[in-house]
Nanobody, 119 residues
């Protein structure tokens, strides 16, 4: 079992920055692929950024060049640095830990943290 707790959300003006953190407990996330998702009001949850267990990163086109995902396996944490924020980045951001082997998948989710970009 992995418990995930996000933090760092808040209200920021357009063009500003926020850093989200995801603290894991219960088990090491070393072997997990870690993801940040977001869900805006009235929209489906979308994948924002991924960092694999080997450190490979991938981003949604809408955040490429502005967001950076990183992980610290020693601290059992994952972070999302968000720069040049836009109003359309407003959403609840969720941390996800996923472990896949064969046809099996294990998913853990945090409770989410609200990010609001507004002037």
């Amino acid at each position: 079992q992995v418990q995930l707790v996000e933090s760092g959300g808040g209200l920021v003006q357009p063009g500003g920055s926020l850093r989200l953190s995801c603290a894991a407990s219960g088990s090491s996330i070393r072997m997990y692929n870690m993801h940040w998702y977001r869900q805006a009001t009235g929209k489906q949850r979308e994948l924002v950024a991924t960092i694999t267990s080997s450190g490979i990163t991938n981003y949604a086109d809408s955040v490429k060049g502005r967001f950076t995902i990183s992980r610290d396996n020693a601290q059992n944490t994952v972070s999302l640095q968000m720069n040049a924020l836009k109003v359309e980045d407003t959403a609840v951001y969720y941390c996800n830990a996923r472990l896949s082997w064969g046809a099996s998948v294990v998913d853990y989710w945090g409770q989410g943290t609200q990010v609001t970009v507004s002037s």
